[in-house]
């Protein structure tokens, strides 16, 4: 482990847009050995971080023992996000690289737009823009619904959750809450009830999913699950695309047991970043599937999404590299914070 004398730290980060460069470079980072570079972490580039000792992410690069390998200087990985299941922890723990994360940094954030969505689509707001800038401002199929006395099911009662769950009472929604864990004091206090997924998704016209994506979570929305939902639910995903199974999504819409769906997150995402290579080369079917998917689901005018962009106001990034800052400081003095474990 590294401690205060230590020489100046190589440190790459990657995913880095040039706003976010220029507030780390006039951080305490500045008195290390910084690189950065505006793209994910890929084959492609790899070399670019060849010597590095700490290497900063978002979630785009995925980091297996292959990419380790290429790295054999690395002591420790700063995600600068929640989620790290694009890190294979198993791998970093045979050769004793550190991950860390910013476990919390905008649960009202991420709330807001979880809202952002479902008004979205409990009004046709996107619909009536899309209309009116057109300079059509008739009101046919723009008829929306009221939130008040609706019933909000929220899948993942953590931090992110809770506060999507005070925002539903305020708008004076009914709450149902699914999660592993239950506080029954929150739940007495906030005024919501803890139910089984299958009473949840039966009662719920809004469903929010707030998650961790694992190999427990991983489709956690089916076509089985689907079939128990209320018809005429709308679905709201800020969590992680892995948590819905495409294809069941796209077949719950055809079949009007959904009503709509707000999506910050879809499945495969990364793919649809690089479909042009994907459709050059010889990627299995299953990946062309889920890319059609997730077409299939843009072009429809009852699903909004949006490009990940729940977490990113001026005041959550600037709580998330903070936090990466003091990762990888506290690292570096041998006394290491939010370190990951399984």
């Keep these: 482990m590294m401690n205060t004398s230590s020489p100046r730290l190589r440190i790459a980060i990657f995913e880095i847009p040039p706003n976010e460069e220029a507030y780390l470079?006039?951080?305490?980072?500045?008195?290390?050995?910084?690189?950065?570079?505006?793209?994910?972490?890929?084959?492609?580039?790899?070399?670019?971080?060849?010597?590095?000792?700490?290497?900063?992410?978002?979630?785009?690069?995925?980091?297996g023992q292959a990419e380790l390998e290429q790295m054999p200087q690395?002591?420790?990985?700063?995600?600068?996000?929640?989620?790290?299941?694009?890190?294979?922890?198993a791998a970093c723990r045979e050769r004793n690289i550190a991950v860390t994360n910013v476990p919390f940094y905008g649960e009202n954030t991420v709330a807001?737009?979880?809202?952002?969505?479902?008004?979205s689509l409990s009004r046709n707001i996107h619909k009536a823009y899309v209309r009116t800038i057109r300079g059509d401002f008739s009101l046919d199929g723009l008829m929306g619904f009221d939130l008040k006395g609706k019933s909000i099911g929220i899948i993942g009662a953590g931090r992110i959750g809770l506060h999507v769950i005070r925002m539903a009472k305020g708008f004076g929604m009914n709450v149902l809450a699914y999660d592993?864990?239950?506080?029954?004091?929150?739940?007495?206090?906030?005024?919501?009830?803890?139910?089984?997924?299958?009473?949840?998704?039966?009662?719920?016209?809004?469903?929010?999913?707030?998650?961790?994506?694992n190999t427990r979570?991983?489709?956690l929305i089916n076509r089985d699950t689907l079939k128990l939902a209320k018809r005429g639910a709308i679905l709201i995903n800020t969590a992680r695309g892995g948590l819905v199974d495409t294809a069941a999504l796209v077949?719950?819409?055809?079949?009007?047991?959904?009503?709509?769906?707000?999506?910050?997150?879809?499945?495969?995402?990364?793919?649809?970043?690089?479909e042009k290579q994907l459709l050059a080369s010889n990627e299995p079917a299953e990946k062309l599937r889920l890319l059609l998917s997730n077409h299939i689901l843009r072009n429809r005018e009852n699903v909004v999404i949006t490009p990940h962009s729940a977490f990113n106001s001026r005041e959550a990034l600037s709580r998330i590299l903070d936090t990466t800052v003091a990762n990888i400081l506290?690292?570096?003095?041998?006394?290491?914070i939010n370190i990951v474990r399984d």
């Design 25 to 63: 470079r006039q951080s305490a980072l500045a008195e290390h050995d910084l690189f950065f570079h505006p793209e994910p972490l890929k084959p492609a580039n790899l070399s670019l971080a060849k010597d590095a000792e700490v290497l900063s992410v978002f979630i785009y690069s995925r980091i």
């Design 74 to 89: 690395l002591k420790l990985i700063a995600t600068r996000s929640t989620g790290f299941d694009h890190v294979d922890l």
């Design 251 to 274: 077949w719950a819409l055809d079949e009007g047991i959904l009503a709509g769906a707000g999506l910050d997150v879809l499945e495969g995402e990364d793919l649809i970043k690089e």
């Design 112 to 119: 807001e737009h979880t809202f952002g969505l479902i008004l």
């Design 330 to 336: 506290a690292f570096a003095a041998g006394k290491p």
């Design 180 to 213: 592993v864990r239950q506080d029954h004091f929150l739940a007495e206090v906030l005024d919501f009830a803890y139910a089984p997924l299958e009473e949840l998704l039966a009662q719920s016209d809004v469903i929010s999913l707030h998650a961790p994506y």
């Design 217 to 219: 979570t991983h489709h």
